[in-house]
Each structure stands twice: as C-alpha cells, then as structure tokens.
C-alpha cells in the first residue's frame, strides 16, 4: 500500500529562494562524496543504563546544511550534543565508537574539549544570552579565548559577526543596552552571533526556531541560508517544513538509531526506509 | 449534580481566599503594633546627642549610645569580612557540586548550623576565643556573628546560582570556557541580585542578635573600635537598659530598639534596590 503512494502526492515544502536553489539541491551529490566535516563511525551513547544511541554512522558534508530530523526521544538532541562533547557534564555517561571532525577524533583521551568547543559552534533551543550588554555578550568569547588584541579589533570582530547574524542594522545604536531587553528572535540571532564571533568551523543548532513566531523563524532559516557557504551547519528540528526548507542534507532518527540519510529533497520525496515515510508524512511521531 | 458541585468549588474558592487573606492581614498585625509602639516610646529620646554622645552615667539625664552604633557598625563588618568569603565560596560549591557525598555532608552541616541556638554559638565563641585570648573582645564577638552568618549566607548563595538556568551555563561551556570561567563569568553575575539579598538580609539578621554577643564582644561604656577589647552593640545595650531598674535607661532602650529596627528596614530597602539588576529587565 505504501508503495502505492506515488512521490508527486508527497509534495516537498521547499519553497526556493532563489530559481537557483531548486537546481542546485537536485544537482547535489550523496553525502558521502562530499568533502566531510564530521563523520560518525558505530557511535553509540548511554545515560547510565540507557542507551540513547545505537550504532550511529553518518558522514556529515562540508558547508552544507545537515538536518537531524525524528520524533522525541530519537536521539538527535544527544548525537548533536555528542559532537561537541556537551554531554560530557552529565554525570553516567558512555560511548562506544568514534565521532571525528575533519578527521580528528573528538573523544581520543588528549583531545582538548576547550579547543573542540571553539571550533564547533552551538546554538540552542531557548536562546541563552548572558545577562550582559548585546557587546560583552558578543566579545565575552573572543576575549576569554584571547582572539583579538585591543579595543579597535574587537569593535571589528562584534560589528562582523553581528553583521554576519543579520543583527547589526537592529542593534547598532544599542550595543551597550542588556541583551535580555531584544526580542526572541533577535536574541537567538545574538547568541548565533555569539557563536560566530569565535570562529567556529562547525555550527549545531538545536531546534534555533521552535520557541519563535513565524517572521522570527522565517529570519533564523535565511540566516543558515547564507552562513552554509562559510560553515557546515547542523540542525536539529521538530519541523519537517523547516528541514525541507533549510537543510540540503536529512537524517532520520528513530529509538536512537539512524534509520536513512540522504539528500534532503530525495528523503522528503522518494525515502528508502518505509519508517521515513511513514514520519514525513505524519502517520506517527 | 453539576450544578452543586460547581456551587461547592466557589464556596471552596471564597473560603480558601478569605483565609488566606486574613492571614496576610495577621501578619501585618505585630508588625504595626511594634513600629507604632516604638515610635511612641523611643522616638522622644532620639535627638543628636543619641547619635554623638556617650553614655551618661547613671542619674545624669541625656547621653546617647554613639558607642553602640559603631560597636555594631564594625562588629557587623568585621563579621561579614570574615565570614562572606567563606560563606559565598561554599555556596558557589555547594551548587556546583550538587550531589557528591562530601557536597551533601557540608550542606548537611550547614543546615545544622543554622539550627544552633544563638547562646549556644556565644557560649562556643567564649570558650575557644575568649578563654583563648584571655578578654572580650571585638574579635570574638565578630566571630561569633560570622559564625551565625555562614550558614545562612552558604545556602542561600547556593539557591541562587543553582535558580540559573542551565542553559545559561550551557551558552558558556559551548563557547569554550572552562568550567570555572562559565561559573565566575556567566553563571555568578546572572545570581548577582540573589546573593547580594541574601548577604543583605544575612547582616541584617545578625546586626541584631544579642545572645552571641553576651559572652564575647560583652559591652563597654566607652568608645572602642581596638579587635581585642571589649565592645558595645545596640542589642547589647538595649538588652543591658531594658533590664535595668532606671526609666532613663528604658526611654534609651525603646530609643536604640527603634534605631536598630530602623537600620534592618535601610538594609530591606537597599536590598530592593539592588534586585533591581540592569540585566534583569525586560
């Protein structure tokens, strides 16, 4: 029966942005022959006798938009969190397998997490700024990390990373008012700022727009629009629209295992797995 | 059916606000009866000699308790020098460490400590400091109060920087930090209102404690700020007046009552004040 339902019935919410982005996503390549920034390699993961993972294997392509998608508990908040080893602050963990970036294992025992952290970005589901003015939440990291020297550098690397979060134009008269004072959306902005401004090569997004109204939303999704071409950008989302809007690659999770990756126009039209298809098109989940 | 259930959670409703809104009107009643009563009895003897002079002696008229005030002044000083560090820095741990055995034993102790009986932590202060020292003394009695304020200022630094959501943490440790730069840099500034109350109404609480006193900074009728000699306080002297066979002496004590109450109100207000982070708005 499922295999009646012809794709073209299973319409693909990608409204294009531009008549090019239509082309481009059909043009692009598996994952796999892509130039990776993080590759999973059997990952499995454990809160104390839970197993939130199970053997995940997933290559995950340079500057392109990489989508976690899956119901609750599937476990693409933790794999997303394993990347940049936030997990590591709850106590009974454990993991098998590797995640690597560029290469690099993430969990080998001399890895410098402070250092993994830097160049893997994060942006989170209720936005977190610091109860700071919108400067100091933009320069607190580039200082702590000893990016810049002098004042002149740091006005630079702010008004650059806001500018990049298309925040500038709305916050520049008030660089020194508390960031808690913005919006919802233009603080999650500020915190994607925020992880701009340290130089990440890597940026996981963690459900970014599901606390926010839709203008606010529609502005976050330009916004990874454009940032995918300097940075490999994960997102996790409940939204499925959004996937198919933002991301050029889909993963599925399921009760903790990767169920299909692919392209995200192929997995949202045509999916392999018969349990993709019964999500995307809302039968469960 | 319906209906005299619906009837039945009203009067539920109109019963439970009424009682509670008597309670909030009981609690106001002390509260007024002891300011009224002070400002009739003690306001009279408050002038500017109560503020500059020292104690008369008795059978003279006026004097006034500038003596105490300082006593108390640094007495509640040295007590917070000496006891914030240590009380804030076991709070921050304390929330940091949240479930490790030896967090769950100094929060235990803490709370321990701040079930102790006033005199009973003044009879301690006597025998290990003053025994020691061979006097009374400012020192001692500043220990004493320190002694009643690290409990208390420990746990309630620990609510307020574990009320810091952690996402907040989070942002920070996603960032780079270290787990000490997130907690100093991030996670305490954002508790910065909590705490700051908590040591305000901390000192205010123990500006007016006089059992820790009685053993330790003992009283003196003379002006004395030296760390080991004995020292007067307004409780001190309230407690030493209000005993006393002389109505002078009871004008004075409705008088210094009056001042101190005064002072924990200033403290209340301040504390007001200062919750009102520049961050925190909205």
Request: proline letters at 5%; glycine letters at 8%; aromatic letters at 8%.
């Amino acid at each position: 029966m499922n295999a009646e339902l012809q794709p073209s019935t299973m319409a693909p919410h990608r409204p294009s942005r531009s008549p090019g982005a239509e082309a481009e996503a059909s043009a692009l390549p598996p994952a796999r022959e892509l130039e990776s920034a993080v590759e999973a390699t059997d990952f499995s993961f454990w809160y104390g006798s839970n197993q939130a993972l199970d053997s995940i294997s997933l290559t995950v392509p340079a500057r392109k938009v990489t989508a976690l998608i899956g119901p609750s508990g599937c476990g693409k908040s933790t794999f997303l969190r394993s990347i940049n080893r936030m997990n590591d602050l709850i106590p009974g963990i454990r993991h098998e397998g590797d995640i690597t970036l560029h290469g690099d294992s993430v969990y080998r025992n001399d890895r410098d997490v402070v250092q993994l952290r830097k160049s893997v970005g994060m942006v989170f589901q209720k936005s977190n700024p610091f109860p700071k003015s919108i400067y100091q939440n933009v320069a607190y990291g580039p200082k702590v990390n000893r990016l810049v020297r002098g004042r002149a550098e740091m006005d630079e690397l702010v008004e650059r990373s806001l500018r990049r979060a298309a925040l500038w134009d709305e916050v520049k008269d008030r660089l020194d008012s508390s960031a808690l004072g913005l919006s919802g959306g233009q603080q999650q902005r500020l915190c994607i700022a925020r992880a701009l401004a340290v130089s990440p090569e890597v940026i996981l997004m963690d459900e970014p727009a599901s606390a926010l109204d839709p203008v606010a939303t529609q502005k976050i999704e330009e916004l990874i629009y454009e940032l995918k071409h300097e940075y490999t950008i994960l997102i996790v989302t409940h939204n499925m629209q959004q996937a198919a809007r933002v991301s050029d690659y889909t993963a599925f999770f399921y009760m903790g295992r990767l169920i299909e990756m692919g392209r995200t126009q192929q997995l949202f039209t045509n999916p392999h797995e018969e349990q993709t298809e019964a999500y995307i098109t809302g039968r469960f989940g | 059916m319906a209906d005299s259930l619906s009837r039945r959670r009203r009067w539920t409703n109109r019963i439970m606000l009424t009682l509670t809104g008597v309670a909030s009107v009981l609690i106001l009643v002390p509260l007024t009866l002891i300011l009224s009563y002070l400002m009739t009895a003690g306001s009279g003897a408050i002038n500017i000699d109560f503020f500059t002079q020292l104690p008369a002696p008795v059978g003279e008229e006026g004097g006034g308790m500038v003596n105490a005030l300082v006593g108390t002044l640094f007495l509640v000083l040295l007590a917070g020098a000496l006891g914030l560090p240590i009380a804030v820095g076991a709070g921050i741990y304390l929330a940091e460490a949240r479930k490790s055995p030896f967090a769950n034993l100094v929060r235990f102790i803490a709370d321990v400590m701040n079930g102790i009986p006033s005199i009973v932590t003044g009879i301690f202060v006597w025998a290990w400091i003053v025994l020691w020292m061979g006097r009374f003394s400012l020192l001692a009695g500043s220990v004493a109060l320190a002694v009643m304020l690290i409990p208390m200022v420990t746990r309630t630094t620990e609510e307020m920087v574990r009320l810091v959501p952690r996402e907040l943490r989070e942002g920070g440790i996603a960032l780079g930090f270290t787990r000490w730069r997130t907690t100093l840099g991030i996670v305490i500034p954002a508790a910065r209102g909590g705490i700051l109350t908590g040591i305000l109404v901390a000192l205010a609480r123990i500006s007016g404690e006089t059992a820790p006193l009685l053993f330790t900074a003992f009283g003196n009728p003379f002006m004395e700020w030296r760390l080991n000699e004995p020292i007067s306080a307004l409780p001190l002297l309230i407690y030493q007046y209000a005993i006393s066979p002389y109505d002078e002496w009871h004008r004075l004590a409705w008088a210094a009552a009056l001042v101190l109450i005064a002072l924990v109100l200033v403290i209340s207000l301040l504390t007001r004040f200062l919750i009102k982070d520049p961050h925190r708005e909205r």
